[in-house]
């Protein structure tokens, strides 16, 4: 098991603002990363890097063995990357199926229409959306567009998934449902998780290994229980208090 | 419509001209499947991908031109060069096109409109085709009745080959990507849709379609000149055709533009074209603030029956 | 050689203030509205034409003013309540339809005036017109000079309002970020309405300095346009300085550029820039 990805001194800058300082980690096949930090330390950018929407200004990034930067997006998910986004973005004309369809055209390539939506609908159902296949995006909850999202992520193929801030505004019981989610595509699709989260409950519980980010730097990367344990990560972010109220 | 309806209406007008029909009705319906081409093709990128193009008359005119140029110069039949204008104009497509496609939303819409004021303005200069003069296109000494019947069935053709393209696309590989790319460019990228490229096919298909309707209108009317072949008016009737008739669907603004074209033909008859188009022009504000989705939306809506609330529930999650 | 270039660099600065406040109430518009208002060079064609009218029955042009700015000012509010806020409730895109909305309206203004006064070039003759001021070895056209200085006052007044007065200052607030204004109170919809207002009426103001310098036909709005973009885009959206300077450049180097190639090709020129521009730096050379 080696690593998916490599993220290797990467910086980023925009205008006098540095973003990223160096970022350095790994994410390792078959398990799920996660990547917290306070607001404004460079998470999302670090996303759109891996997804070619910006370029580093150093450093480098390699999936599978093989350098990203410089490729465009939609390359980048061809190659066997998708990712979905802190506000959910689905193409808000077209219909459910449609939209996971679109993926599967383009992001696995298949070549007609009846075959990927077909397809479409398979993945619908296996992220619980059975009911709205066919609907309009309009029909859905927050969740449901969540779903959705994740719906199309899937359908386009990758081995490695970017999840940005995917249990935000989920109830209880929506957050466990996609927590057991996330973890059948690890044990059953057999695709690497990368995920940027602030509900620190998920982020413990469900992944193998943490990244933290603060200021654009990586302050400590380790197991969950090392993360929460340590006193530069409890300062910035946790807060001191962390574990006892939980 | 139905498979039916639709071979019949084809039938009858495959027919027509030798059903005893005489000038004046083909001449309307020859423009109607030119506005019927210009509407379509229009839609293929601005429909379909939301670019919308301010400047098609750019690639119109160039279809024009083309024929025009090939006619004067070389004695060849805008009937068997039409082609070529279309090409022309894909090729012209392609190459201003690409950079133009680089940007978004108003920028897009701004650009291409005066990528088609520019086209006029250097045309108008050029010695080879005429320049202000413009260009001397002369018919075969033909009776009018047979020049009338070639020119309904080449535009007819033409309207055709653009309707089967627009059914294509649409409904195929390239009609998803395309309306991906219209919802979210980035989030379509996000999943793999190579959207240069998409936008790129689709902007020289449409503008292809459009050259090739120019080619055979520039023929029809004889005397060409930079001020009509590339006229503003034209792209913006474009716009409206497919705007009115629903630019979501490729049959969409096939209505438009035979709305388009019996009010213009109403109008002009009764209050001449100046007032003519105050009249689009102000349809066209009407249309975009009430009537976003288009006409034919409206229209298949009224036609269904009244369906059972939707089968989705509120909310949407299993675990 | 140096005496032309001089003096085609003077008059383009004098015609280059003309653009500047034609890029100026375009730039409110767009900034403040978010609405695209491609009819602004037709308003302005259409106010050169009421110029036109009032001169033939003996109203100089700078006394009609007294008539244009007031008419304009409540044309632009009007505009603002009876056609863009129904128009954005139902929008989706607000750019994008009133870009169209505004496109057919300009056709639609473009083809009344030909309707009522002929598709041919107008022009506004004055008791000045024809004469010049010396200023060395240059000779300022008097109308040029009285057009420039028509702009140049009212973007002053502009400036001033939006810089020293209250209203002025709410209407730069929704400028810059429209939401945050609304936090602070501020009345969006009628400071919105006041910027359209004041925006057509500079729409109005410029159309009378045009006709004191050009000729107009219908059609010339097109040409306009053009400006109104280069400037625009020059200058940024959001700057009024931005226009000014903009104008300023886009006025000389037509001007200057006029010497080198044929008059016929100025045209293609400024699209070719303009296109450039767009391609290059869609958002503007100056920063906000």
Redesign the interface.
């Known amino acids: 098991m080696g690593a998916m990805l490599r993220v290797q001194s990467v910086s980023k800058r925009f205008g006098g603002l540095v973003v990223l300082r160096s970022v350095s980690f790994r994410v390792d096949e078959g398990t799920i990363v996660g990547l917290i930090g306070p607001n404004g330390s460079g998470k999302t950018t670090m996303f759109n890097i891996i997804t070619g929407f910006h370029r580093p200004d150093a450093g480098a990034v390699e999936f599978a063995g093989r350098s990203v930067v410089g490729l465009a997006p939609f390359e980048i998910a061809r190659a066997g990357i998708a990712r979905t986004f802190q506000l959910v973005r689905p193409f808000a004309g077209l219909t459910t199926t449609d939209n996971v369809a679109a993926a599967v055209l383009y992001g696995r390539g298949v070549r007609h229409v009846h075959e990927a939506r077909a397809e479409a609908r398979h993945w619908l159902r296996y992220v619980g959306l059975e009911d709205a296949i066919d609907a309009p995006v309009g029909t859905l909850t927050l969740a449901g567009k969540k779903r959705l999202e994740l719906a199309r992520a899937l359908a386009a193929g990758p081995r490695l998934l970017l999840l940005d801030e995917v249990f935000a505004g989920l109830n209880p019981a929506e957050s466990e449902g996609a927590v057991a989610l996330v973890r059948r595509i690890r044990d059953e699709l057999r695709v690497t998780v990368l995920l940027v989260e602030h509900v620190m409950r998920v982020v413990m519980g469900l992944c193998d290994h943490v990244v933290v980010l603060g200021s654009g730097q990586v302050i400590a990367q380790g197991s969950p229980a090392a993360i929460q344990a340590d006193p530069q990560v409890r300062r910035i972010y946790l807060g001191e208090g962390y574990g006892a109220a939980c | 419509m139905s498979r039916a309806a639709a071979a019949g209406l084809l039938a009858v007008l495959l027919v027509l001209p030798w059903a005893g029909a005489g000038e004046y009705p083909l001449a309307l319906l020859y423009s109607t499947f030119m506005y019927a081409t210009l509407a379509v093709a229009w839609n293929i990128i601005g429909g379909f991908a939301g670019y919308?193009s301010?400047g098609h008359a750019a690639f119109f005119g160039l279809g024009g031109y083309a024929t025009g140029f090939l006619l004067v110069h070389a004695g060849l039949s805008p009937f068997l060069t039409a082609p070529v204008g279309g090409v022309v104009a894909a090729v012209f497509a392609a190459l201003a096109g690409y950079?133009?496609l680089?940007?978004r939303?108003?920028?897009f819409?701004?650009?291409t409109m005066?990528?088609g004021?520019?086209v006029r303005?250097?045309v108008?200069?050029l010695p080879w085709t005429g320049a202000a003069e413009g260009l001397w296109m002369t018919l075969p000494p033909w009776e009018p009745l047979a020049a009338r019947r070639a020119f309904y069935y080449a535009m007819l053709a033409i309207a055709l080959v653009t309707a089967w393209t627009g059914h294509a696309v649409r409904?195929?590989?390239m009609?998803?990507?395309l309306?991906?790319i219209?919802?979210?460019e980035?989030?379509?990228?996000?999943?793999?849709?190579?959207?240069?490229r998409l936008k790129m096919s689709a902007l020289t298909i449409s503008a292809g379609l459009t050259g090739l309707a120019g080619g055979i209108y520039a023929y029809d009317r004889s005397y060409i000149h930079p001020d009509f072949m590339f006229d503003?008016?034209l792209s913006?009737l474009a716009?409206?055709m497919a705007?009115l008739g629903g630019r979501?669907s490729w049959a969409g603004p096939i209505l438009g533009a035979v709305v388009v074209r019996l009010v213009d033909e109403v109008l002009t008859v009764r209050v001449?074209t100046?007032?003519a188009?105050?009249?689009?022009?102000?349809?066209?504000?009407?249309v975009?603030?009430?009537l976003?989705e288009g006409l034919l939306p409206h229209l298949m809506r009224r036609r269904r029956a009244p369906r059972p609330p939707?089968?989705?529930?509120?909310?949407?999650?299993?675990? | 050689m140096l005496v032309q270039t001089l003096q085609a660099l003077a008059t383009g600065l004098l015609t280059g203030s003309v653009y500047a406040l034609l890029g100026a109430g375009f730039s409110l518009i767009w900034g403040v509205a978010h609405v695209i208002n491609v009819a602004h060079a037709a308003l302005a064609v259409g106010a050169a034409y009421a110029v036109y009218a009032l001169a033939t029955r003996g109203v100089d042009p700078l006394a009609s003013l007294a008539m244009v700015v007031p008419l304009f000012f409540l044309l632009g509010v009007g505009f603002h309540e009876a056609v863009i806020r129904p128009a954005a409730r139902r929008a989706g895109d607000l750019v994008l339809v009133s870009m169209v909305l505004t496109f057919g309206l300009a056709a639609a203004l473009e083809n009344a005036l030909a309707a009522v006064w002929g598709p041919g070039p107008r022009v506004v003759n004055v008791a000045y017109t024809g004469q010049a001021i010396r200023l060395g070895v240059l000779a300022l056209p008097v109308p040029h000079v009285a057009g420039a200085g028509l702009a140049a006052v009212t973007i002053t007044a502009l400036y001033l309002f939006l810089h020293k007065t209250f209203p002025g200052k709410a209407v730069r607030a929704v400028w810059q970020n429209r939401d945050g204004a609304a936090l602070c109170a501020v009345n969006l919809r009628q400071v919105t309405s006041l910027t359209y207002g004041l925006a057509i009426a500079s729409a109005g103001v410029a159309g009378v300095a045009l006709a004191l310098i050009y000729s107009f036909s219908p059609a010339t709005h097109l040409m306009w346009l053009v400006f109104v973009f280069l400037v625009v885009i020059v200058g940024g959206v959001g700057s009024l300085v931005g226009a000014v300077v903009a104008g300023m450049l886009v006025g000389a180097l037509t001007n200057l550029a006029t010497l080198v190639i044929p008059f016929a090709w100025a045209p293609f020129l400024l699209f070719a820039s303009l296109g450039v521009l767009l391609l290059w730096r869609p958002t503007g050379l100056f920063r906000r």
Do not use: M, T
């Not at chain 2, 980035?186 to 849709?193: L, P, R, T, Y």
């Not at chain 2, 188009?277 to 009407?286: H, K, M, S, T, V």
């Not at chain 2, 939707?310 to 675990?319: D, L, M, Q």
């Open positions: 919308l301010f950079p133009c680089r940007l939303g108003p920028y819409a701004v650009v005066i990528l004021l520019a303005a250097v108008l200069n409904h195929g590989k009609g998803v990507g309306e991906a219209r919802e979210d980035d989030a379509a990228q996000s999943i793999g849709v190579p959207a240069v503003l008016h913006v716009v409206l705007l979501r001449g100046e007032v188009r105050i009249i689009f022009g102000l349809g066209l504000a009407l975009i603030v009430l976003p939707a089968a989705v529930p509120a909310a949407v999650v299993r675990s």
